[in-house]
């Protein structure tokens, strides 16, 4: 099982990064996927899911109107667009991902940072 | 400010016990099950436990969930010092549609 992040990198506020999750290893159409972030000295936050296939979305609240997920499901791919980024959006970005019908995420990325900093 | 509570941290020596519990509210914890994840800073957050006391393959049997009303709690047994490590209870919210992990208790041995 494989779940590889990229994207990450330094944004100044307002602007956008586009992140992927990249995977292997496992039923990717059978997998609602997430993501999950962790700022610096915090602990772990979910910010959004996409379910299997029915397209079902989901946003915390801190992100809801700004951050959109997608996935390709031909690529095993799951996306995380970051619009108006603040400073606050500051972290370690995971993807993460559960069986369809769970709650729970059994596999997990190791993460990409992203920064946001004028 | 976390709708999910964890105590901060937790310790015990080798060998011993440690509990760590959390608590929700009805439109999470109690209305749905509880998974905790094992996190250690670098490196990617790890399945511990699902649907309250279920354990992944591999997880070791010191390991034991459960949950009861709006509370759950999570056991660590035969404590050794690789379970040094963050730990995060987490549960859907039925209210809010979102998921929710608590703030995560460090444990020290």
């Known amino acids: 099982v494989h779940l590889v992040e990229s994207g990450g990198g330094l944004a100044k506020p307002g602007e956008s990064l586009r992140l992927a999750c990249t995977t292997s290893?496992?039923?990717?159409?059978?997998?609602?996927m997430n993501w999950v972030r962790q700022a610096p000295g915090k602990g772990l936050e979910w910010i959004s899911s996409?379910?299997?296939?029915?397209?079902?979305?989901y946003y915390g609240a801190s992100v809801k109107g700004r951050f959109t997920i997608s996935r390709d499901n031909a690529k095993s791919t799951v996306y995380l667009q970051m619009d108006s980024l603040r400073a606050e959006d500051t972290a370690i970005y995971y993807c993460?991902?559960?069986?369809?019908?769970?709650?729970?995420?059994?596999?997990w990325g190791r993460g990409t940072v992203v920064t946001v900093s004028s | 400010q976390s709708v999910v509570t964890q105590p901060p941290s937790a310790s015990g020596t080798p060998g011993q016990r440690v509990t760590i519990s959390c608590s929700g509210g009805?439109?999470?914890?109690?209305?749905?099950?509880v998974n905790w994840y094992q996190h250690l800073p670098g490196s990617a957050p790890k399945l511990l436990m699902y649907?309250?006391?279920q354990r992944p393959s591999g997880v070791p049997d010191r390991f034991s969930g459960s949950r009861s009303g709006t509370s759950a709690s999570l056991a660590i047994s035969g404590l050794q010092s690789e379970d040094e490590a963050d730990y995060y209870c987490?549960?859907?919210?039925?209210?809010?549609?979102?998921?929710?992990f608590g703030p995560g208790t460090t444990v020290t041995v």
């Open positions: 987490a549960a859907w919210d039925d209210s809010l549609n979102a998921f929710l």
């Open positions: 009805t439109s999470n914890i109690g209305s749905n099950p």
């Open positions: 993460a991902g559960g069986w369809e019908g769970g709650q729970h995420f059994d596999v």
């Open positions: 996409i379910a299997a296939s029915v397209g079902y979305l």
């Open positions: 649907a309250d006391g």
């Open positions: 290893g496992f039923s990717f159409n059978s997998y609602s």
